[in-house]
């Protein structure tokens, strides 16, 4: 499983709706998501770069495209850092974590990551028409890396021959070359954020303008689309810390009880801390 901390309004809401939220990354509170990731990356590209023009000798025609892609892909990464469409849940490999029980809320939900990879967009209060065909959402659940780790390079590396045309030029912005940038560029976080071993179910690709809808967020209006929430995808809910943790838990069985998670455990966190 993987665990969504969470507030009891945060609960509430994902029971009671059956709905999961993913925020717009840029409205995150890390100011350089998405931006960090996209420097991380054109520096890595660039430095490939750097080893092939060092070489000795007169370039061949296969090293002459590879330093147009990489430089091309290079400018990719930075621009959608800045425009792509990209909502995104945060999760985490940690079920009973006090640092995320300080910075979050005192309840976590335990997510069965199977289930995380088949969920579809909420579109169940549409009042108008649906052009967009939900399968051109495209939807990723992937670990974060701390850095550029050894498996965000091999996933670079994956994906730069599917963009590459046979002039060795970048294919061009399409619906496609994003689903293969923007999860990369979602997957890389800054170093101090380790604490947290995040993981993330990430909405991105074509979205019908009336798939996102909007809240009250902290500083600013932040879009979110909504993922519909089954029952068997909830696996457990933790209840962290608190005098009234068994309290607490009761409340939370009755409410899974009330709406179709009757399979779902309840436990209390193990830490002692008392808050």
């Given at each position: 499983?993987?665990?969504?901390?969470?507030?009891?309004?945060?609960?509430?809401?994902?029971?009671?709706?059956?709905?999961?939220?993913?925020?717009?990354?840029?409205?995150?509170?890390?100011?350089?998501?998405?931006?960090y990731s996209?420097?991380?990356?054109?520096?890595?590209?660039?430095?490939?770069?750097?080893?092939?023009?060092?070489?000795?000798?007169?370039?061949?025609?296969?090293?002459?495209?590879?330093?147009?892609?990489?430089?091309?892909?290079?400018?990719?990464?930075?621009?959608?850092?800045?425009?792509?469409?990209?909502?995104?849940?945060?999760?985490?490999?940690?079920?009973?974590?006090?640092?995320?029980?300080?910075?979050?809320?005192?309840?976590?939900?335990?997510?069965?990551?199977?289930?995380?990879?088949?969920?579809?967009?909420?579109?169940?209060?549409?009042?108008?028409?649906?052009?967009?065909?939900?399968?051109?959402?495209?939807?990723?659940?992937?670990?974060?890396?701390?850095?550029?780790?050894d498996e965000?390079?091999?996933?670079?590396?994956?994906?730069?021959?599917?963009?590459?045309?046979?002039?060795?030029?970048?294919?061009?912005?399409?619906?496609?070359?994003?689903?293969?940038?923007?999860?990369?560029?979602?997957?890389?976080?800054?170093?101090?954020?380790?604490?947290?071993?995040?993981?993330?179910?990430?909405?991105t690709g074509?979205?019908?303008?009336?798939?996102?809808?909007?809240?009250?967020?902290?500083?600013?209006?932040?879009?979110?689309?909504?993922?519909?929430?089954?029952?068997?995808?909830?696996?457990?809910?933790?209840?962290?810390?608190?005098?009234?943790?068994?309290?607490?838990?009761?409340?939370?069985?009755?409410?899974?009880?009330?709406?179709?998670?009757?399979?779902?455990?309840?436990?209390?966190?193990?830490?002692?801390?008392?808050?």
């Amino acid at each position: 499983m993987l665990f969504h901390y969470t507030g009891a309004r945060g609960l509430l809401g994902i029971i009671r709706d059956a709905t999961l939220w993913a925020t717009d990354a840029h409205f995150f509170n890390d100011r350089s998501e998405l931006s960090y990731s996209a420097e991380v990356v054109t520096e890595y590209l660039k430095a490939i770069v750097a080893v092939i023009e060092r070489r000795e000798g007169q370039r061949t025609e296969f090293e002459i495209r590879a330093i147009q892609l990489f430089r091309d892909a290079a400018e990719l990464f930075k621009r959608l850092s800045a425009e792509a469409a990209v909502y995104v849940t945060c999760l985490s490999s940690k079920q009973d974590s006090l640092s995320q029980w300080r910075a979050y809320g005192p309840y976590s939900i335990g997510f069965q990551t199977a289930e995380l990879r088949h969920a579809q967009l909420d579109r169940s209060e549409h009042e108008s028409p649906v052009h967009v065909s939900p399968d051109a959402a495209v939807l990723v659940v992937q670990r974060v890396s701390y850095g550029l780790d050894d498996e965000t390079k091999q996933a670079i590396g994956l994906i730069l021959p599917k963009l590459a045309t046979t002039a060795g030029r970048l294919a061009g912005d399409s619906p496609e070359v994003n689903a293969l940038i923007v999860p990369v560029l979602s997957r890389i976080k800054h170093p101090s954020f380790e604490d947290e071993h995040e993981w993330r179910l990430l909405v991105t690709g074509e979205l019908d303008p009336v798939d996102v809808h909007f809240a009250e967020g902290k500083s600013a209006i932040t879009p979110h689309v909504e993922l519909a929430l089954r029952p068997g995808m909830i696996g457990e809910v933790i209840v962290g810390p608190d005098a009234n943790a068994s309290l607490k838990s009761g409340g939370v069985r009755k409410l899974l009880d009330r709406y179709g998670h009757q399979t779902a455990a309840v436990s209390q966190s193990e830490s002692p801390y008392r808050g």
